[in-house]
């Protein structure tokens, strides 16, 4: 059960949508309370229901006012809240992904390093060391915001945009890493590269990652990483392990 302290809201969205927020501040907790939840409502099999997707915090919950209403769909979501377990199950799946953090393909990296208060290789070790979670799907399609990152990684975005990032890019701010989905502007600093695709949209499920799942960078030399950008049998050396 949800504890009492807990705030969880009931938010109307639109005509057809329902907001349940977990919280109004990120935190891995209710990053995972979101995730958990839009768990709970795709096995719950709602009637009328047109889309579940979860955020940061929250669950957004379509319906088509044709099948049923705001009424009954809120009705069914408070006796899921109810029910629901506090404590969220674990990833379903595990990422692991090569990165070069080589010069070349790290302009950044160095005065990343220098706001989380490290150096450039206690940095890498840190991002090596983090088993990151898919928190947020967005911006761009399949894009992940990956965290949470440790406290020292609390660092802004820039104060200015970078006019283009590759796809592939591996970028940070406020305790969070992106793999860059296409060649676009950004803010958030550029400290590391991979050859994965976040976004394959020649394939039968073209987002790569879903929300929820743990992802984990593997450093790899620039030599060993060139490598990688010319197999075309893998995704950026990357591999999947299921996990439950």
């Known amino acids: 059960m949800i504890a009492e302290h807990d705030t969880v809201e009931i938010l109307p969205l639109g005509v057809d949508g329902i907001l349940v927020r977990f919280s109004r501040v990120l935190t ?27 955020s940061l915090v929250s669950v957004r919950i379509g319906f088509d006012p044709e099948r049923t209403d705001r009424a009954c769909v809120t009705k069914a979501l408070k006796t899921l809240l109810e029910q629901y377990q506090s404590t969220a199950e674990g990833p379903r799946r595990l990422w692991r992904i ?11 990296l160095d005065e990343a390093a220098a706001l989380a208060g490290l150096t450039s290789a206690q940095a890498i070790d840190q991002i090596e060391a983090a088993t990151l979670r898919v928190i947020a799907i967005g911006f761009a399609p399949g894009q992940p915001y990956l965290g949470m990152l440790p406290d020292n990684w ?8 970078t006019k283009s990032l590759p796809r592939g890019a591996l970028i940070t701010a406020v305790r969070q890493l992106i793999v860059w989905g296409a060649d676009a ?13 976040v976004y394959l949209p020649e394939t039968s499920t073209p987002f790569a990652f879903e ?34």
């Open 154 to 161: 609390d660092i802004p975005r820039q104060t200015e945009l």
């Open 28 to 54: 891995e907790e209710a990053n995972a309370r979101a995730l958990s939840f839009r768990d709970h409502v795709q096995d719950a099999d709602i009637e009328g229901l047109t889309e579940i997707a979860s």
């Open 185 to 197: 502007p950004t803010g958030w600093r550029h400290i590391g590269q991979t050859a994965f695709r």
């Open 98 to 108: 090569p990165a070069a953090f080589g010069t070349d393909f790290a302009p950044q």
């Open 211 to 244: 929300s929820g799942d743990a992802v984990r960078f593997q450093a790899v030399s620039d030599t060993d990483f060139r490598a990688i950008q010319t197999d075309t049998d893998t995704n950026g050396g990357a591999t999947c392990e299921v996990l439950r």
